[in-house]
């Protein structure tokens, strides 16, 4: 009599392990903020909202290098004006004259009487003054008070990362020191005696099997990315006991503890009891490839309070993976910041996938080639590394969906996901 297979554990889906992991994280979010000069916020994430101070811009001011006039003193083509005056941007000029023009330049206030600036390369100098070469319109390039933004409006909200253009934003509106959230902190190690730092150990030291630990380099790079202050606790032996110690350790003065490795269900995979002992675990499996084991969890302090877990898988492109989806989340709801998947862009296929997983959401490595197509890195095995270097971003894959050349698919790239 033939013994029936037993059930294959139940997995959740992506976008429940999300729900959880935002809800989880956002139940520990950061306390406690801190004001920094404009210049250093680059990165930092918004306590409070910001207000502008003033009109952007303060006054009518001119788009255009070229010459102020009254749209009713060139009733044609050709009309020549004297030009009455000359106003650089930083200078107020005086209220135009009928029958004048004045010489002004980009960003220059427009002068009181003007309502019209026409482009140097529509004017022509002449003896005593300027022939304007085209019949102007009100208002033509000149920038009103205000136009960008109106003093008092909100800005950036509660929230936002401060990027290159938020600072230069905030700097426009008078904001010269910001009140941003502190930054997280994340202890980091990874499990596993098969492990061998570069450097410490030269490709002909290293034992039979070992391997060099790339996830450390990856997923600390990931979290100092991402603003994070990381305790980098290094490799942990695939020890209960060294396990639980690392955990203990990792929970003092630190937000979250993330690990890569470990969180399958082998039998020197000790970090399932390890956190279970030290703390409690929430979820194991998602549906999703690369990436299926996923630990999250948290590991009480000395003080009774608790350190958010994130347990990765140890397959290098599994980790990465799933640290653009689970740890982004974990990461932006401790933050207070949405938690959503960034839109995907619909593009075209240039490949073929006619094998499919039929149970799990599939993350693949591609790149847009010059036509502006998707284009499939040839290995998706999670353990091929070069994939993640030489792709752009992924496609997010439905369950049991193939591929054919033509295909629109929905595209995430790297960038938007690391942001």
């Known amino acids: 009599m033939t013994t029936p297979a037993p059930d294959r554990p139940a997995m959740l889906s992506l976008d429940e392990a999300l729900s959880r992991l935002a809800a989880g ?17 680059l990165g930092r994430v918004l306590a409070e909202e910001v207000r502008s101070l003033v009109n952007v811009p303060p006054g009518d001011n001119s ?16 009309t020549v004006l004297p030009v009455s005056q000359r ?28 309502d019209a600036v026409v482009m140097q390369e529509q004017c022509e100098a002449v003896e005593g003054g300027v022939r304007i070469k085209v019949v102007p319109e009100p208002g033509q390039s000149i920038r009103r008070r205000g136009e960008d933004v109106s003093r008092g409006a909100v800005v950036l909200t ?8 938020g600072l230069g934003l905030a700097a426009s509106v008078g904001a010269g020191r910001l009140s941003v ?32 630990n790339s996830n450390r380099f990856m997923l600390r790079g990931l979290l100092q990315a991402a603003g994070c202050e ?4 290094g490799i942990v032996p695939d020890q209960l006991e060294a396990t639980r110690q690392a955990l203990r350790q990792a929970a003092e003065g630190n937000d979250l503890i993330v690990t890569s490795g470990g969180v399958s269900v082998g039998e020197e995979d000790h970090l399932k009891p390890a956190v279970q002992a030290e703390g409690q675990l929430d979820l194991w499996q998602i549906a999703i490839k690369p990436g299926k084991p996923l630990a999250f969890g948290s590991v009480r302090r000395g003080d009774g309070s608790q350190a958010l877990f994130l347990g990765l ?35 075209r296929a240039a490949f073929e996938l006619k ?62 996901l690391l942001a």
């Open 25 to 41: 994280a956002r139940a520990a979010a950061l306390s406690g903020s801190e004001t920094v000069p404009t210049l250093e916020a």
């Open 63 to 78: 788009a255009m290098d070229g010459y102020a006039v009254r749209v009713a003193d060139v009733p044609a083509a050709g």
């Open 87 to 114: 106003i650089p941007a930083g200078s107020v000029g005086a209220p135009l004259q009928p029958g004048t023009a004045a010489r002004i330049f980009t960003g220059a206030q427009v002068p009181a009487g003007a």
């Open 158 to 165: 509660r929230g936002t990362r401060l990027t290159p253009q």
């Open 181 to 212: 959230l502190r930054r997280p902190r994340v202890a980091l190690f990874s499990t596993g005696d098969e492990l061998a730092m570069p450097g410490d150990t030269p490709p002909d030291a290293m034992k039979p099997g070992a391997i060099y």
């Open 230 to 233: 990381v305790t980098d606790l």
């Open 313 to 347: 898988p140890g397959n290098p492109v599994s980790s990465f993976v799933t640290f653009l989806l689970a740890g982004r989340t974990v990461l932006r709801a401790l933050q207070g910041m949405d938690t959503a998947l960034p839109k995907a862009l619909p593009l």
């Open 355 to 416: 094998k499919a997983d039929p149970r799990r959401r599939e993350f693949l490595r591609v790149r847009l080639n010059e036509e502006g197509a998707l284009e499939l890195f040839p290995n998706q095995s999670s353990g091929v590394l070069t994939s993640a270097v030489w792709a752009d971003g992924l496609v997010d894959l439905a369950a049991g969906h193939t591929v054919s050349v033509g295909d629109v698919l929905p595209f995430l790239p790297l960038a938007q």
